[in-house]
């Protein structure tokens, strides 16, 4: 049930970006084409719970020698190299997938969600399969604001927008309605956990 928990308030009720306002550089820069925002998810998930695994290894190895003051420096080596990664596997497999999603996909290099999973799951003190469900949970999370917003997103450049509201003003009253819906999880989680018990 636990698991349940972690996934339903990584997902809904702390959402990466529309709870926790971490991500919103590719919320805002790949959310044009919904194609495009899957593409996103789908990386940022596998880059989150990868880079989670390892971080959280290396996490041991830096508190074992007494060199904590490295993790931030440390993390941001280990994503970047995963995200490399990513780009020379998707040029090979899907190189329209890798053209469209064009610059953006080095700057999930400088993706603070992905650095801020990395840290949280250490500061949650949080098991190393707990960390890969809270990581890919996060990443589910991040990819359904994505995908949700992309969608509003679509819908809007159909309809009459009036022109001092066209582009980023329209789309950041958007993103904070969507943030505003998903307030409506808030306890969801302790709902959950309550019934559990009782179950128990």
Request: proline share 3%.
């Amino acid at each position: 049930m636990s698991y349940i928990l972690i996934f339903i308030t990584a997902v809904f009720v702390n959402n990466i970006v529309l709870a926790q306002f971490l991500g919103i550089c590719p919320f805002l820069g790949v959310s044009n084409k919904t194609e495009t925002a899957i593409g996103m998810g789908a990386a940022v998930a596998f880059v989150m719970t990868l880079a989670t695994i390892f971080t959280y290894l290396i996490q041991s190895l830096l508190t074992y020698f007494g060199l904590d003051f490295m993790q931030t420096i440390t993390f941001i080596l280990v994503i970047a190299a995963l995200v490399q990664m990513v780009e020379i596997i998707l040029k090979k497999v899907s190189p329209p997938l890798y053209q469209a999603l064009g610059v953006f996909l080095p700057l999930i290099t400088t993706n603070c969600a992905i650095l801020g999973v990395a840290i949280l799951v250490i500061q949650k003190e949080l098991t190393l399969f707990e960390s890969v469900i809270f990581a890919f949970s996060t990443a589910i999370g991040f990819g359904v604001a994505l995908v949700l917003f992309s969608g509003l997103r679509e819908q809007m450049a159909l309809t009459k927008i009036p022109k001092a509201m066209r582009g980023t003003p329209i789309a950041l009253i958007v993103a904070g309605m969507l943030a505003m819906a998903f307030m409506g999880f808030s306890g969801v989680d302790k709902t959950l956990a309550i019934l559990w018990g009782i179950a128990k």
